[in-house]
């Protein structure tokens, strides 16, 4: 049974640049969130998505977009990339959105900003 | 303020140690609370869930005071493989469920 899956792993991209980071949940979960986690911090929450729509956002500029597919994975889009963006981004899933199931974590995309 | 706050250490232990880590949080509508385990580079995984009563796995301990809103993880006969960041996360059911980490607290464990 996989487990959470995240691609890329790393990448480097130029300031004002796009980038777009993929994510497919575990097996039988039907809820997506994604998180950015800046050097020596904890995890921020970005958004969630469920039934293919955003249901919560965290404290983001509109910069920051996604989308869930009819399967279940998601994207996550920055556009205009700043150095301050530079951080692991973190996807999780879990069953239902807003309920008391368990969250897992993917090993993250490490994205850096020059 | 943030919503949840811990020490962010690092904390330097020799093997078979005991420490113990506290958090605090903002939040008191917040329903469930949790410990997680970051290694370098990784992703966060769960340690363990924490409960009003207490609860305890292995050489850890978890404790939660609500009317304080305080949260502490206790880790007796530390080991090197102990050696991660630890996160204090509580997850609010009327913010949708998201988790809202604190900073996270360096352990390091030493031979």
């Known amino acids: 049974d996989a487990g959470v899956t995240q691609s890329p792993t790393h990448l480097i991209k130029t300031r004002g640049q796009q980038v777009t980071l993929r994510c497919s949940p575990k097996?039988?979960?039907?809820?997506v969130s994604w998180y950015q986690q800046a050097l020596g911090q904890g995890p921020q929450f970005i958004f969630q998505?469920?039934?293919?729509?955003?249901?919560q956002r965290g404290n983001f500029p509109d910069r920051f977009s996604g989308h869930q597919f009819p399967n279940y994975s998601s994207e996550l889009n920055v556009n205009a990339l700043l150095l301050g963006d530079s951080a692991l981004y973190l996807c999780?899933?879990?069953?239902?959105?807003?309920?008391?199931?368990?969250?897992?974590f993917g090993e993250g995309s490490w994205l850096t900003v020059v | 303020r943030k919503e949840v706050e811990q020490d962010p250490g690092p904390f330097n232990v020799p093997e078979g140690a005991t420490v113990a880590f506290n958090c605090t949080y903002s939040?008191?509508?917040?329903?469930?609370f949790f410990w997680y385990r970051q290694d370098c580079r990784k992703e966060p995984k769960l340690l363990m869930s924490?409960?009003?009563s207490g609860n305890e796995d292995g050489r850890f301990t978890a404790q939660l005071n609500r009317a304080s809103q305080y949260i502490s993880l206790l880790i007796r006969d530390s080991k090197l493989s102990d050696s991660a960041t630890y996160l204090c996360?509580?997850?609010?059911?009327?913010?949708?469920?998201?988790?809202?980490f604190g900073q996270g607290t360096e352990l390091s464990v030493k031979p």
């Open positions: 999780a899933s879990s069953y239902t959105e807003n309920s008391g199931n368990t969250i897992y």
């Open positions: 097996s039988g979960h039907d809820t």
């Open positions: 998505y469920y039934e293919e729509e955003e249901r």
């Open positions: 939040n008191s509508a917040s329903q469930s």
């Open positions: 924490v409960y009003s």
């Open positions: 996360v509580v997850r609010s059911y009327n913010q949708g469920g998201k988790l809202i």
